[in-house]
């Protein structure tokens, strides 16, 4: 029996994702007295009824191992210009000192001071997911910071920041009842 086509190798597969660019973010959870914080990309909202949204950590992480213990998260979207706490918290720091950062309460955990946005969570479900784990947190409360929003972006291995001035209105999917069919037939 054939086990089928080889699957693609790794480097491939990160360099195709590499082309979904994301915006970065840091999350950080309490893990009783311990407050962990991470950089991540892999974020997504998931539900809206009830309100879910996702990060997914490495299980090799410091947050990962913890992940019993935490009762709940923030999402913290990261803006243009912070780089630096981006790296930071990916652990690829190397300057002398941390840049400067500060972790606020919120009424269900803490999260980071002057970001983008902030979704705080409540854990709700933790799924196996290959080399990582998936995190669903029910969406206990949000932030939105200062204008301008212009968030951190990250592709193809780099920063990048984004154009305000250019775009076109996508459509509002939100009041969407039954979406249709989209079905396409091989001819």
């Known amino acids: 029996m054939s086990a089928g086509p080889a699957p693609p190798e790794v480097r491939r597969f990160r360099e195709a994702f590499g082309l979904f660019a994301t915006g970065v973010a840091i999350v950080v959870g309490r893990a009783g007295e311990e407050l962990l914080a991470m950089t991540v990309n892999a974020v997504s909202s998931v539900s809206l009824d009830p309100m879910l949204a996702m990060f997914c950590p490495g299980k090799k992480t410091q947050l990962a191992r913890r992940l019993t213990s935490l009762a709940g998260f923030s999402i913290n979207v990261l803006r243009h210009e912070q780089q630096a706490l981006s790296t930071y918290f990916a652990g690829g720091w190397q300057g002398a000192a941390a840049p400067p950062f500060r ?27 290959g080399d990582h784990w998936m995190v669903i947190g029910r969406v206990l409360e949000l932030h939105t910071g200062i204008k301008p929003h212009r968030p951190l972006l990250f592709f193809r291995g780099r920063y990048h920041d984004i154009d305000l001035a250019e775009g076109e209105p996508a459509p509002d ?9 989209h079905v396409f037939y091989d001819s």
């Open 173 to 181: 999917l939100g009041d969407v009842r039954d979406e249709p069919p």
């Open 103 to 129: 972790f606020v309460p919120t009424r269900h955990g803490m999260r980071l001071e002057g970001c983008l946005a902030s979704i705080d969570c409540r854990l709700e479900q933790v799924v196996d997911a």
